[in-house]
């Protein structure tokens, strides 16, 4: 059974950081694209950023690029998305994936996490 736990969220400042990660167990990540999204009250869950199998394609949405970086460490069974210059609107609960293909769509995502709550206060 695979299992996909997130951490690292909080409260933070706007401008401030977080580091949030996803450990993988049941399954070895480094045979899958791996993927971050988020949900905020009211809204879809929406593409965050998401890295293929091996680490060298990333991709992200717009609005977090040159903020985001994802990576991924197979030792670990882990991803990461480590997220600068923080702003209010990326205040979410953020989910990891694990699917078959780095992509924005959610349908491309077999396994997810329960996600961990990222507030940013302005």
Partial sequence: QVQLVESGGG???A???L???CTASGRTISNHAMGWF?????????????????GVSSYYEDSVKGRFTISRDSAKNAVFLQMNSLKSEDTAVYYCGLGHSASWFVGHYDYWGQGTQVTVSS
């Avoid at 988020?38 to 091996?54: C, D, L, N, S, W």
Wanted: proline share 4%.
């Fill in 38 to 54: 988020r949900q905020a009250p009211g809204k879809e869950r929406e593409f965050v950023a998401a890295i293929g199998r091996t």
């Fill in 15 to 17: 401008g401030g950081s």
């Fill in 11 to 13: 409260l933070v400042q």
């Fill in 19 to 21: 580091r949030l990660s």
